[in-house]
C-alpha cells in the first residue's frame, strides 16, 4: 500500500509516520520510484504498536526506540526477546534497595518464590526486571502499614500462572517471533486495564451473588 | 494512644494529622483533657487508608471524602457500600459513548457476560462503572487497531472470577462491614499493582518453561 493508505488504514497521519520513518521506529518502505515507496501489513502492525506506546503508554520516543529494537533482534532467545521487549518498558520508581521495608518485601517474594516452586524467577532474582517489580508494590504495603503474607500471595500467583500459560497459549498461535514480541509488548500496555477491569465486574457480580444486590 | 503515638505508629506527621482533623477526613480522638484527646487502632487505619488514597493514589481531598462518606454509610447494602467506596474512585476517562468504537466495546461486553452468565453485572449495565471501566480500554484497544473477541476474553474473565472470589474470601474474616469497605479501597490502590507485577514474574517463568531461560 502507498503512505496515503497507510495513513488511512492506521489512523495516524501521514506528516506522523513520516516522522517515525525519519526517527527510524518504522522501517522504510520497498522504493518503487523517487517519490513512491510501498508499505506492508508488517508496517501496520508496527504502527500500531508505536501508536500504542505513545499514546496509551506515554512511552517516551527513545524507550519506544529500545523496545523496537528488542522485539527486532533475532539473535536473542525467545525468552530474552519477550523480556527485553517487555523490560524496556517503563516502570515504577523502584524503592531504596537498603531501606528495612524494601528488605521485608524482598524476603516475601523470595519465600513466595519458593512456596510456588517458580526456580527460574527465583534463580534470575533482583537481576530481573519482573522480580523488582513485584518488591516495589510490596514495599510500599508494608510502608504504609498494611500487612501481607506469603499465604495471602500464593494463591494470586497461581491464578496469575494460569492467566499467564493462557497469554503464552494466545501468543503460540501468531506465526513468528518478531510478531509475538510486538503483541506481548502491546498487550502490556493495552491489556492490563482491561484485566483489572474484568477483575472489578467480577467482585460486583461476586458481591451481588454473595450479599445480593 | 496520643496525637504523637498515632503519628509515630502510622509515620504521619502531627501537622498532617491536625489537617485530615480539620478536614474531617479523620474522626476526632476522645477528649481526655482540654488539650489531650485518645485516638485508638480505629483511627490508626484509616490514616493508613488516606495515606494510601493521597500518596499512592494521588486522589485529591474532596474525592478522599467520598470514598470515606461511602466506606463509614451504615445506611448501605453491603453490596452497595463496598461499591460505592470503589466507584468514588478516580477512573480513566471515559470514551465518546457515541463513537463507533465504544458501541462495537459496549456489544463485546454485552456478548461477554451473556457467555459468562454475569446477570448482576448485565443488569446494571451502562449504570455501573465496573462496566463502563471495561468498555474503555476496549474501546482503546478497538481503536488502536488491535481486534478482541469474547473468546479470547472468557478465559481471563472466568480467572478474574477465581481471583475475585479469593478477594471476597478474604474481606469476610474480617470483623465488620466499615472494616471489609476500607480494605476493599486499600487493596483497590495497593494491591492491583501486586496482581499485575504477579502476573508478570509468571509470565517469565512460564516462558523460561516452555522456551529455555
Redesign the interface.
Known amino acids: 500500500m502507498r503512505l496515503s493508505e497507510l495513513s488511512e ?3 495516524v497521519s501521514t506528516a506522523t509516520i513520516k516522522y517515525y520513518l525519519r526517527e527510524q521506529l518504522l522501517s522504510q518502505g520497498r522504493r518503487i520510484t523517487a517519490t513512491r515507496s510501498e508499505y506492508d501489513a508488517s508496517h ?1 502492525r508496527r504502527l ?1 504498536l508505536i ?2 506506546l505513545i ?2 503508554g506515554k512511552v517516551p520516543v527513545a524507550t519506544v526506540r529500545e523496545v523496537l529494537a528488542a522485539v527486532d533482534d533475532e539473535s536473542l ?3 530474552t526477546r ?2 527485553a521487549a ?1 523490560w524496556a518498558l517503563p516502570r ?1 520508581e523502584e524503592a531504596d534497595p537498603q531501606a528495612p521495608a524494601t528488605r521485608e518485601a524482598q524476603a516475601l517474594v523470595e519465600d513466595l ?1 519458593t512456596e510456588l516452586g ?1 526456580d ?2 527465583r ?2 532474582g533482583a537481576l ?4 523488582r ?2 518488591v ?3 514495599t ?2 508494608l ?4 500487612p ?1 503474607t506469603v499465604t ?2 500464593t ?3 497461581r ?10 497459549d ?1 501468543l503460540e498461535t501468531l506465526p513468528d517471533d518478531a510478531e509475538r514480541a510486538e503483541t506481548a509488548v ?1 498487550a ?1 500496555i ?24
Do not use: I, K
Not at 143 to 146: A, C, M, S, T
Not at 159 to 168: I, L
Not at 190 to 213: C, D, F, I, K
Open positions: 488504514h492506521s489512523g501496520l500500531r501508536r500504542a499514546q496509551v532467545g525467545r525468552t519477550l523480556g517487555l515504577a518464590l517458580w527460574f524467577a534463580a534470575n530481573s526486571p519482573a522480580y517489580s513485584l516495589t508494590p510490596l510500599r504495603l510502608e504504609l502499614g498494611h501481607v495471602e500471595l494463591p494470586y500467583a491464578q496469575m500462572a494460569s492467566v499467564a500459560g493462557h497469554d503464552f494466545v502491546a502490556a493495552l491489556r492490563e486495564p482491561v484485566l483489572l477491569a474484568l477483575r472489578r465486574v467480577a467482585q460486583e457480580e461476586e458481591s451481588a451473588r454473595r450479599y445480593g444486590p
